[in-house]
């Protein structure tokens, strides 16, 4: 294996990656993969706080601008997923919080992506994961560094 079949190989992941985004959009009831992101960083932190999380702070996870996130919140609410509360103890922060319909359509999405992976890798060593692993945090490293 070489340096460059790896690379080639990132390249196929990132393609399929862009498709699979652009499929996203052609959906038009599932929310999206930046959607999901946010939704999922609220479901972690509804377990440690009540108060949900700012948009800012959901646009830092889901790796997406500030006024993206807030189009993609706003669809969101629609859907009933979300709903903006007023920070208490400051009136001028908005928090994000996930409704139980919200609940709901994250615990579906992971059951559907846990067993897509465990579908897909469940065969594979642990050796061979944990190298995977490994290889996959260099590389991210390769890009944090560009």
Do not use: H
């Not at 070489?2 to 038009?28: D, I, N, P």
């Not at 999206?32 to 440690?48: C, E, P, V």
């Not at 001028?92 to 067993?115: F, H, K, P, Y």
């Not at 944990?130 to 945090?137: G, I, N, P």
Request: glycine share 6%; net charge neutral; aromatic share 4%.
């Amino acid at each position: 294996m070489t340096v460059e079949k790896v690379e080639r190989a990132v390249e196929a992941l990132f393609a399929a990656y862009r498709r699979l985004r652009g499929r996203e959009q052609q959906r038009g009831d599932d929310p999206s993969g930046a959607q999901l992101r946010a939704l999922d960083s609220l479901y972690d932190s509804a377990a440690n706080t009540t108060t949900g999380a700012t948009a800012r702070q959901l646009a830092d996870f889901a790796d997406v601008t500030p006024a993206t996130m807030t189009g993609l919140l706003d669809a969101l609410e629609v859907k009933g997923i979300i709903r903006r509360e007023r920070g208490i103890t400051d009136r001028r922060t908005v928090n994000i919080v996930l409704t139980d319909r919200g609940q709901e359509v994250v615990t579906a999405a992971r059951a559907r992506w846990r067993e897509r992976w465990d579908n897909a890798l469940g065969d594979v060593p642990a050796e061979d994961l944990q190298a995977t692993v490994r290889t996959l945090a260099k590389i991210t490293q390769i890009f944090d560094d560009m």
